[in-house]
T-cell receptor
């Protein structure tokens, strides 16, 4: 069974803090990993993609991948209230099929 | 601008009727498109892969006779929910692979409510 696991939250952080979102996946052969942000009633929007072990930084966002541990995370620095949303971890398990985690709801308190 | 469009954006139908949802790739041709379903406060669940010119491939547990998929052209895939029931009420989202490897563009989604 192909699975992507996330803590559903909600994760509450104060404005300006670092938010840490975590995800594990079951398919050891997966090669590409994605973080999407989804606002209520809207379609997911891509935040970050990562394909290699280690860290990838883009502005306030850092994705971290550890294929040996089958673990991917997203750090959001200087969190803003506008970052409040549900964050979905997605794994491409071949043939461009994306499998999503259940999402972590993030609340950034002003 | 939008890469993928869906129509309608929302629809309300009565139990027993069928509803067709369109997914269009606006910027490039797509031999493959994907259909997802999302229940409230749940994640996206891949339903099926739509293949241009051939049968769709369905994920385990998805009824192919209930969710009919037609990919008649390189820019259009349709999902028809047949004999809809209230439990089919959900947010249906399509996606189109981009031209770069692993790229994926999601449509804006269609909210279906079956009364």
């Amino acid at each position: 069974q192909k699975e992507v696991e996330q803590n559903s939250g909600p994760l509450s952080v104060p404005e300006g803090a670092i938010a840490s979102l975590n995800c594990t996946y079951s398919d050891r052969g997966s090669q590409s990993f994605f973080w999407y942000r989804q606002y209520s009633g809207k379609s997911p929007e891509l935040i970050m993609s990562i394909y290699s072990n280690g860290d990838k930084e883009d502005g306030r966002f850092t994705a971290q991948l550890n294929k040996a541990s089958q673990y991917v995370s997203l750090l959001i620095r200087d969190s803003q209230p506008s970052d409040s949303a549900t964050y979905l971890c997605a794994v491409n398990m071949g043939f461009n099929k994306f499998y999503f985690g259940s999402g972590t709801k993030l609340n950034v308190k002003p | 601008g939008a890469v993928v469009s869906q129509h309608p954006s929302w629809v309300i139908c009565k139990s027993g009727t069928s509803v067709k949802i369109e997914c269009r790739s606006l910027d490039f041709q797509a031999t493959t498109m994907f259909w997802y379903r999302q229940f409230p406060k749940k994640s996206l669940m891949l339903m099926a892969t739509s293949n241009e010119g051939s049968k769709a491939t369905y994920e385990q547990g998805v009824e192919k006779d209930k969710f009919l998929i037609n990919h008649a052209s390189l820019t259009l895939s349709t999902l028809t929910v047949t004999s809809a029931h209230p439990e089919d009420s959900s947010f249906y989202i399509c996606s189109v692979p981009g031209q770069a490897q692993y790229e994926q563009y999601f449509g804006p989604g269609t909210r279906l409510t079956v009364t």
